[in-house]
């Protein structure tokens, strides 16, 4: 009898991975929203990697009307990222780079999106609205497609008049059993109906998209549905700092946190946190290098009370998320507007700096910028 439970066993576990496998990737989703302490919510985008970069899929209008607007994940980490550069692939698609934390979880690839859907639409009428709220939880919509031209587009209304479709869920996705089959583009203020792209030609648009980038920028990644994006390139032209990351928004548009390294004359980083500590993540230069300290400059900061006041400095030599070791903190001193944090040397490629509170204990952090000091 035991040869036989094994047997099952193995029958059992053979059906679980074949039906894992034949799973759908879960579609990541990201909020649209301006690049400022008021965090308005401007529409919803899909995001998706291809080789080591991280990308937005979201309509065009979305990002016309924010310029260069954040991205917040969904999922409790809150992940923030912000628009690097966008291509308009027409009828109101657009594909996006996307910078920042989010590019640690960005996503099924690209190619490996299901455009197969004609099955799921001819089975049924309801469906339902998947975008993501401000706290990054999820919402659903449900709704019913009402037409279907059979190629481009389709159109849905809500099955309850009580809850419309607004304005802010453009980039939304349609889901019809947990399976995507469209973006929306747009809703008519008349009759509440909206408009949606069929999945499968936006992601066609996609694909020319992405494969006419040059082939070094291609990944097998891309070949797997479960595969993790690989962390981001190392981009540094030079032994310069650069941001990658930031847990907090910018108080305006013109206050980045990429401001603090940036080569010339550049506003200062302001930010309103909602949470603490603060944190921003560096490349230490091309590759792995040797670093003995950090210098933050606050000088000219009309109030210094929002320079950082208590500062803990972690080194990443592997680039892995989990590879941060915390090697100094305490409070820091500042002569001039200048603080040196002096610490051994220390080879590594990333540098974090988290931030506990600021000079006179306010919700407002300010710096001028930051370098890094080399052995």
Sequence with gaps: MRPARTGARRWCWSLLCAVLAAAPAAAQQALVITQDAAALEIGQALLAHHGARCYAIVPMHVISEAGRPALLREGPQALLGEISASTDLGEDIAIVRVAGAITRDCGAGALTIRRSIDRLLGQGRLATLRSINGDGTVAQL???????????????????????IRKG????????????????????????????????????????????????????????????PPPPPVAAPSHAPQVLAWSALPASEA??????????????????????????????????TTVSGVILDGSGIDAEGRLPAMVEVFINLSGEPHGWRSITSGRVDYRNGIARIAFAPMRTRLVRLSFHATVDGGNVIALRGIRLQRD
Excluded: C, Y
Excluded at 258 to 264: F, H, K
């Design 142 to 164: 449900a709704v019913a497609v009402v037409d279907d031209d059979g190629h481009r587009f389709l159109r849905v209304q809500p099955t309850h008049a009580a809850n419309p």
């Design 169 to 228: 869920h453009s980039g939304s996705l349609l889901l019809i059993d947990g399976v995507t089959v469209g973006m929306l583009l747009s809703v008519s203020a008349r009759s509440g109906v909206g408009t949606v792209a069929r999945i499968d030609g936006v992601m066609a648009k996609v694909d020319t998209h992405l494969l006419a980038q040059p082939a070094a920028h291609r990944s097998v990644a891309d070949a797997s549905r479960t595969a993790p």
């Design 255 to 288: 206050n980045r946190a990429a401001n603090l390294v940036a080569a010339d004359e550049a506003p200062p980083w302001i930010s309103a946190p909602t949470r603490w500590p603060v944190t921003l993540d560096l490349q230490a230069g091309e590759g792995v």
